[in-house]
């Protein structure tokens, strides 16, 4: 019964996010703040986990694939549709629900037990449309660049620990991240990256504006933001497979 709790209320709590934006210039402001926190700062641990993804699947395949029948570009085709399809998608957006959605969270809840959120309903302002809407927006808008920057690096990282290794030579691998290659996979990950920035913002807004206590409930709500949207991200994922790949 409380899913359906939760739900509903948090279907309400949409409803209350999507509201009319208090004044414009503000809100515009406000969505380049919050690029800048929720995106550019996430930038660094992307590059990182990409790099090693992209080495650990280029090795891997390698050492699995070595027989003489197989042609060594098969590495590169192998870690490119990887990278694509799931790993610079679901991967990414799974490490981005526990930097990101635990930042929003806390930051949300601290302002509710801290009676900021109290504060702006006393002066006639929506909060959530205040405080949540720029975030979602910037977020649903960066997350895309951040998984387009995770495939070239995890691509790239794969050259490398190939090169370096000696176990696929260069200009196998890279006949092999050309050779048959769908432009449709590149959208498909953008469109996960999208639901799944939605889904890392939303859900974990919603946590923490409904937080009551002190800061001990701020923690919990924090982790409970990050254990749903990581749920919701491995449904959604599987949802989206079936209906865009099948």
């Known amino acids: 019964m409380r899913i359906f709790y939760h739900l509903g209320r948090y279907t309400l709590f949409l409803k209350r996010v999507f509201g009319k934006p208090e004044k414009h210039h503000i809100f515009l402001k406000q969505i380049v703040r919050e690029i800048d926190k929720l ?5 660094g ?11 650990v699947i280029t090795l891997q395949t390698a050492y699995n694939i070595d027989m003489p029948i197989i042609p060594k570009y098969t590495v590169g085709l192998a870690a490119r549709d990887s990278i694509l399809l799931e ?8 490490i981005l629900a526990g930097k990101v ?3 929003i969270a806390s930051e949300i809840g601290t302002m509710r037990v801290t009676e900021q959120i109290d504060a702006l309903e006393i ?24 998984v387009i920057i995770s495939m070239g690096v995890g691509i790239t990282g794969g050259f ?34 999208v639901v799944f920035g939605f889904i890392i913002s939303t ?15 701020v923690g919990k709500a924090s982790t409970k933001a990050v254990v749903s949207s990581s749920i919701q991200i491995l449904l959604f994922n599987l949802i989206l497979t079936q209906l865009l790949l099948a």
């Open 45 to 55: 641990i992307v590059i990182i986990i990409s790099v090693f993804m992209g080495a």
């Open 160 to 193: 490398l620990a190939g090169s370096m290794t000696g176990e696929v030579p260069a200009p196998e691998y890279i006949y092999g991240i050309q050779f048959a290659f769908q432009p449709f996979y590149i959208i498909y990950a953008l469109i996960k990256a």
């Open 87 to 94: 790993f610079s998608s679901t991967i990414v957006g799974l």
């Open 203 to 217: 859900i974990s807004a919603y946590w923490g504006y409904y937080v009551q206590g002190g800061a001990l409930e």
């Open 101 to 103: 959605g635990s930042n």
């Open 39 to 43: 995106g550019i700062d996430s930038l």
């Open 123 to 146: 002066m006639g302002i929506n909060p959530a449309g205040y405080l949540v809407l720029p975030k979602v927006i910037a977020f649903v808008f960066i997350i895309p660049v951040l």
